[in-house]
């Protein structure tokens, strides 16, 4: 059990606990020391953020720490996860950190890790991260001699966009095609509209005024109505929504009909065997439709379930040596081009297949889903769900439901709440085992 890493870095509500200058000062010292490289000249962090207004709390706190472990930064201010990670090998650092809480609220705040290779840490690092961090602070300290300097760039975003368009051909145009994007107020805000207008596309752009108070409020991929209508309202071709650190994307159709990422997941994967660029199979996870994995076994493709979160659905990736895996929430890794999720890299990907004319109705819609409902129950603790009223009353629903459809019970990674997914085509008994288990885990 990790004391501080959750499913995708650290995350938690603002000066309250783990996030605050304190801990972060600590969070970077332990990084740095930990990702110190003797056989370097120069020992290199690189930082990004998205737009809350935290960051300006926070982001000192990790640097002086960095820099009292004897790392040289680099800040770029809002740059989206993934940039940060090809940022973080094309710079050849020791590490890179993203402060972000991705789709959460603006209150909450955290970090996100990633190794000289641009990877998110396994949880082997991640605990020995941790041993550093509740170690004593004065044995880590670098002599004043051996402190690290601190450098701003603004070009982390254009840097980024050359990374992306670099993974597809020169002529690539997105001329005749109208585009809604919302950026959920978030790090994708500068980099998106700027990426799909040099394409050439009319881009209608939404969630694009962050004031560090309003990120995933109302907009982005956890309010995907937002792009909903404003497709039908200007007539686009389809919509785009990306969350706080431009990490996942959900998608709209022309007709306002929603996409998310297990419909993005089979027409990838469909494509790129067409295409025999898919290597393996795909990966997916616990939440993952089950239409979709029928879906692969009828084309004969590969279908295996990590556990919920990009990180380990990329860790699996690496096992299986697979090139695309994803989550229905938009987390989806394009293996060939990505070590982590990218909502504007997997936009691209997509916009590529209608270059040619083709309806996103079309294109993205390519397996009838299960019905699915997923409902969060906030709870004061997660541990609940060990509880054995709770185990009880899941082995009684999973026995009701058989061979009808499934559910899965489990505690967010990133907030005080347990999910429960049921899967069935029967409404009654969908709503019958709801009601139970949220009976007692209230």
Not at 105 to 124: E, Q, R, T
Request: proline share 3%; aromatic share 8%.
């Amino acid at each position: 059990m990790k004391k501080y890493f959750g499913t995708d870095g650290i995350r938690g509500t603002v000066n309250i606990g783990n996030i605050d200058g304190e801990k972060f000062f600590k969070f970077g010292l332990a990084a740095g020391t930990y990702f110190k490289n003797l056989k370097k000249v120069k020992q290199l962090a690189i930082i990004a953020k998205d737009t809350r207004l935290s960051g300006y709390t926070l982001e000192p706190a990790i640097v002086s720490g960095l820099t009292s472990a004897g790392m040289q930064v680099i800040t770029f201010g809002p740059l989206p996860t993934n940039g940060l990670a090809m940022l973080t090998k094309k710079m050849k650092a020791n590490l890179g950190i993203m402060i972000t809480a991705s789709h959460n609220p603006f209150y909450d705040n955290g970090l996100k890790l990633f190794g000289p290779d641009g990877m998110k840490l396994s949880d082997k690092i991640e605990k020995k991260i941790e041993r550093i961090i509740d170690s004593k602070t004065s044995i880590h300290l670098s002599k004043p001699d051996y402190l690290g300097r601190v450098k701003r760039l603004e070009n982390g975003n254009e840097q980024y966009l050359e990374i992306l368009k670099s993974n597809f051909p020169k002529n690539f145009s997105l001329n005749g095609i109208k585009i809604v994007l919302d950026c959920a107020n978030g790090a994708g805000y500068k980099a998106g509209p700027k990426l799909f207008k040099s394409l050439g596309a009319k881009v209608v752009v939404i969630g694009a005024n962050p004031n560090g108070l309003n990120i995933n409020l109302n907009c982005g991929s956890t309010y995907p109505s937002k792009i909903q209508s404003a497709v039908k309202k200007y007539k686009a071709d389809i919509g785009i929504a990306l969350d706080g650190d431009g990490d996942r994307v959900i998608m709209c159709d022309e007709k306002g009909k929603m996409i998310d990422g297990d419909q993005i997941i089979a027409m990838l994967g469909q494509r790129w065997k067409r295409k025999k660029i898919l290597r393996g199979g795909i990966i997916g996870t616990l939440m993952s439709n089950y239409g979709l994995n029928q879906f692969f076994k009828k084309q004969n493709i590969k279908f295996l379930r990590s556990n919920v979160g990009d990180r380990y659905v990329k860790e699996m990736m690496h096992k299986y040596k697979f090139n695309l895996g994803g989550e229905q929430s938009g987390h989806i890794i394009l293996g060939k081009f990505a070590t982590t999720g990218d909502g504007l890299l997997v936009a691209l990907e997509v916009l590529f297949s209608l270059r040619k004319g083709y309806k996103a109705s079309k294109v993205l819609r390519v397996f009838k889903p299960v019905p699915q409902k997923l409902i969060n129950v906030k709870v004061r603790d997660k541990t609940i769900i060990n509880k054995p009223k709770v185990k009880k009353a899941i082995f009684i629903v999973n026995k009701i439901i058989k061979s009808q459809g499934r559910v899965l019970v489990r505690p967010s990674g990133t907030e005080p709440k347990v999910r429960i997914m049921v899967e069935t085509s029967n409404q009654n008994l969908m709503k019958k085992c709801i009601n139970s288990l949220i009976k007692v885990i209230k």
